[in-house]
């Protein structure tokens, strides 16, 4: 998703081919190319990203996730000609946080885009990514995802909303990122068990709903892919 500047000048001198290898793998020095983030469709609301609440009947039971037995993750893949050069990325968040209202059919979360990960091998191995990018890669991966794609500083939240129907139907849910808002029909497995609820899908979202710009160079013979390929595993207690 995103491209180092970690490299050290020195590198510049390096062939073509090595420096573009580096650009994908976000290890080179190539920034790219200024961009306005499109306006977003009509159908998105754009909102700020606010810390979610509920509201809970007397007396209702409210859940809580459990940060440290949920999961949302991401993997961005690379497109353009000149593809093989570059690498796949898998982000990732642990630190969820929000309620689940049982009684309201309903549940409020959010997670932290400066508490990402990036590229921890087994996630990779999962998303059938084999070979793992560099430590410094890695790092200014995720730099420049922070700052030159979704401005972190500016919008720190990613918030989500879902509200789920009759049996066997898809979960309704709004996610909220980069200050947009888009509505979806997710199709999830739902189990509950002892108090506990777990919930786990998978959904293809893209990034230029949000209003994001997916880096390119050399007139997109190297990019990352529009698509965003999510999965998520979040239990509430």
């Known amino acids: 998703m995103t491209h180092s500047q970690r490299a050290p000048k020195t590198r510049l001198k390096t062939t073509l081919g090595g420096a573009l290898l580096c650009a994908l ?23 700020t990203a606010a810390p979610p609440t ?4 007397p007396n209702a039971a409210v859940l809580r996730i459990d940060s440290a037995n949920s999961l949302i993750a991401v993997t961005v ?3 353009g000609v000149l593809a093989r050069l570059g690498h796949d990325h898998v982000v990732a968040s642990h630190t969820v946080t929000g309620t689940v209202a049982p009684a309201q059919n309903r ?15 087994d996630l990779r191995r999962v998303a059938g990514l084999e070979k793992q990018p560099s430590v410094d890669a890695i790092d200014g991966t995720r730099t420049n995802m922070l700052t030159k794609v979704l401005d972190a500083e500016r919008y720190p939240l990613v918030s989500v909303r879902a509200a789920r129907g009759a049996a066997g139907e898809p979960l ?6 980069h200050g947009v808002t888009r509505d979806y029909a997710i199709p999830a497995d739902l189990r509950e068990d002892n108090g506990v609820m777990t919930v786990s899908g998978t959904v293809d979202l893209n990034q230029t709903d949000f209003g994001l710009v997916p880096f390119s160079v050399m007139g997109g013979a190297m990019a990352v892919q529009d698509k965003m390929e999510l999965r998520f595993t979040l239990v509430a207690k």
């Open 77 to 79: 893949r690379r497109g």
């Open 172 to 177: 309704r849910v709004a996610i909220t990122l």
């Open 54 to 57: 509920t509201t809970s009947a």
């Open 107 to 121: 549940a409020d979360f959010q997670f932290r885009l400066d508490q990402l990960t990036v590229d921890e091998p």
């Open 25 to 47: 793998a976000a290890c080179s020095q190539l920034r790219a190319p200024d961009a306005t983030a499109p306006t977003p469709p009509p159908s998105a609301t754009a909102t």
